[in-house]
């Protein structure tokens, strides 16, 4: 089955660091650019990160400020992001999803990971 | 970066009814606008890509239309599945995807 599964969310204190897994299936994971969108409560959606199927392009939202780190492991496949520094401002629901070239959509995603910063 | 505004933020209609959502981006973005439809407690699900095409298995009642600055998202004939929230998405600023900020679909 094609499909993405996140991990790695929870509760985390302010300024604390947290990773998150995104693991792929079904799919040759090396060939698609990958994505992590997330959502705070109640509030729309917003890009975070992005890194190509060799890992070697990535791009950050400005306003993330540097904290996060995008990787993947395309013999695992898998898709990581570190958190760092964290505030209550990045308390979300964290979303992979696989990007499609050409009109750059997003095809796939995941059931989607809460991360809880709060003392 | 690329702002993209919804409208209305929020509707309510009937079954059967014809309901249009637009979306206008702040500068032209060609065809490079993308719906999502959103159900509470659930990920986004890809609706239309490239301004128009119906992604595979997305019911033919959806359709998009629309290119450069502004878009739209018209559901033929409202049925009870198609509550939730509906975002458009641009993407020819490529990475730095941005989404306008939904529109959420009642049904009466």
């Known amino acids: 089955e094609v499909q993405l599964v996140e991990s790695g969310g929870g509760l985390v204190q302010p300024g604390g660091s947290l990773r998150l897994s995104c693991a792929a299936s079904g799919f040759t994971f090396s060939r698609y650019e990958m994505t992590w969108v997330r959502q705070a409560p109640g509030k729309g959606l917003e890009w975070v990160s992005d890194i190509s199927g060799r890992g070697t392009t990535i791009y950050y939202a400005d306003s993330l400020r540097g904290r996060f780190t995008i990787s993947r492991d395309n013999a695992k496949n898998s898709l990581y992001l570190q958190m760092n520094s964290l505030s209550a401002e990045d308390t979300a629901v964290y979303y992979c999803a696989r990007v499609v070239g050409t009109y750059w959509h997003f095809d796939l995603w995941g059931h989607g990971t809460l991360v809880t910063v709060s003392s | 970066d690329i702002q993209m505004t919804q409208s209305p933020s929020s509707l309510s209609a009937s079954v059967g009814d014809r309901v249009t959502i637009t979306c206008r981006a702040s500068q032209s973005i060609s065809g490079y606008l993308n719906w999502y439809q959103q159900r509470p407690g659930k990920a986004p699900k890809l609706l239309i890509y490239?301004?128009?095409s119906l992604q595979s298995g997305v019911s033919s009642r959806f359709s998009g239309s629309g290119s450069g600055t502004d878009f739209t998202l018209t559901i033929s004939s409202l049925q009870p599945e198609d509550y939730g929230t509906y975002y458009c998405?641009?993407?020819?600023?490529?990475?730095?995807?941005?989404f306008g900020q939904g529109t959420k679909l009642e049904i009466k």
């Open positions: 998405q641009q993407g020819y600023s490529s990475p730095h995807y941005t």
């Open positions: 490239a301004a128009s």
